[in-house]
């Protein structure tokens, strides 16, 4: 049979009326939005200063600005994938592409000179070059000697590298990773988590990847409820952007 057509929602504000009953049965909960002082950043740490710079982050680590919480939580609650593959969601009664194109567009950052793969939510089976690397080699990196646990693969057990072992540089780009370009619901973030941890490795090498489908794949991630939650990073960001 075919398919039963959406009721249509009672209030224009949604898609249909089950985006509607599901924004009256759901939790919104913003995630902390972070900034960076690029003042201080300039002065007292140039070299972090230098790599923002050189991927072309200003748009994503020093935003400031009010949040529209309305926008936002109509953003994630309306934000879906039609039958074509396109994401669109429903603001302020107005239906809105959210295409990756548009949205690389926005924000501007650095892109790499192959195809772009995100980092979150899930790890590609085979991480393409640069990022094709073992934890051993990214351990040896930032701790300056071999790995004692000698794992070889990304698996469950990538994730125990004590960020507070990091040096001070690196413990900032850790922290502006985990706050600004690719927040996380848990708050415990003294271990590094893989996609943390790769994302990081790239940035304090600069090598030849972006960041933003990794920001594009964790807000569609996130627009699917956990529970009856629906957890919003990026509040500043969308805001800015709905509003550009």
């Known amino acids: 049979p075919a398919p039963s057509r959406p009721q249509p929602a009672s209030s ?81 009664k107005r239906t809105i592409d959210f295409s990756i194109r548009e949205f690389f567009g926005y924000l501007g950052c650095r892109m790499c000179s192959g195809d772009p793969f995100p980092l979150y939510p899930d790890l590609p089976e085979s991480l393409p070059p640069p990022l094709d690397v073992s934890p051993d080699d990214i351990y040896e990196y930032f701790f300056r000697q071999p790995r004692p646990d000698g794992l070889d693969e990304l698996d469950v057990d990538f994730p125990t590298f004590a960020a507070l072992r990091l040096s001070p540089q690196d413990y900032i780009l850790f922290k502006i990773v985990t706050n600004c370009l690719l927040p996380i619901t848990s708050k415990p973030l003294s271990e590094i ?52």
């Open 12 to 92: 224009s504000r949604f898609p249909n009326r089950q985006f509607e009953q599901a924004f009256q049965q759901r939790t919104f909960k913003l995630l902390p939005c972070r900034s960076v002082d690029r003042k201080y950043m300039d002065e007292f740490c140039p070299s972090v200063s230098e790599t923002l710079a050189y991927f072309k982050l200003d748009s994503v680590v020093y935003l400031e600005r009010d949040i529209n919480l309305d926008l936002v939580s109509e953003f994630y609650n309306n934000l879906h994938q039609n039958s074509d593959g396109v994401y669109k969601t429903r603001v302020a």
């Open 193 to 244: 988590r893989s996609y943390h941890c790769l994302m990081l490795y790239g940035l304090r090498r600069r090598l030849d990847f972006e960041i933003m489908s990794s920001i594009y794949s964790s807000i569609i991630s996130y627009s699917k409820p956990s529970g009856s939650t629906i957890y919003m990073p990026y509040g500043h960001i969308i805001t800015d952007w709905l509003e550009t």
